[in-house]
């Protein structure tokens, strides 16, 4: 469901995904492209542990750029701080897991509020997919 998401360069597909009937679908048509998918979440209440977490597939994307940032990663902006996962700067393989890469970010707010969960892509060319992003809000 994208209800509430605000998507740059993604769409909803049911090509390529890792649960359900639709996955994100992001495009790069060039290495300096940003793909975002952004969504806001309820309030976060401070001093409580989160775990956000994606899955994404990039079999189809070539041509990774060698500086920073580049590939597809999971960010989480709260009135704490901002929290990235590790970027999947690679083409995942199709014979490993169908593709699909679990990415997480566990934080812990120091103030109360709600925060902005984005996919990004950058960096790369070519077409990626992000599925099951947890938690469902």
Request: aromatic share 12%; net charge positive; hydrophobic share 35%.
């Given at each position: 469901?994208?209800?509430?998401?605000?998507?740059?360069?993604?769409?909803?597909s049911n090509?390529?995904?890792?649960?359900?009937?639709?996955?994100?679908?992001?495009?790069?048509?060039?290495?300096?492209?940003?793909?975002?998918a952004q969504?806001?979440?309820?309030?976060?209440?401070?001093?409580?542990?989160?775990?956000?977490?994606?899955?994404?597939?990039?079999?189809?994307?070539?041509?990774?750029?060698?500086?920073?940032?580049?590939?597809?990663?999971?960010?989480?902006?709260?009135?704490?701080?901002?929290?990235?996962?590790?970027?999947?700067?690679?083409?995942?393989?199709?014979?490993?897991?169908?593709?699909?890469?679990?990415?997480?970010?566990?934080?812990?707010?120091?103030?109360?509020?709600?925060?902005?969960?984005?996919?990004?892509?950058?960096?790369?060319?070519?077409?990626?997919?992000?599925?099951?992003?947890?938690?469902?809000?």
């Amino acid at each position: 469901n994208t209800t509430g998401w605000t998507l740059t360069k993604f769409a909803k597909s049911n090509t390529k995904k890792h649960n359900g009937y639709y996955a994100l679908k992001g495009t790069l048509g060039a290495v300096t492209d940003i793909a975002t998918a952004q969504k806001t979440t309820p309030t976060l209440v401070a001093g409580q542990s989160y775990t956000f977490s994606a899955y994404v597939r990039t079999t189809d994307l070539t041509t990774f750029k060698t500086d920073v940032p580049h590939g597809v990663f999971l960010k989480v902006i709260t009135n704490s701080g901002t929290f990235v996962s590790e970027p999947v700067d690679y083409a995942t393989a199709d014979a490993v897991e169908r593709g699909w890469v679990r990415l997480a970010v566990p934080f812990t707010p120091t103030v109360t509020g709600t925060a902005t969960v984005s996919i990004e892509g950058t960096g790369a060319k070519g077409s990626f997919y992000a599925d099951d992003i947890l938690p469902y809000f």
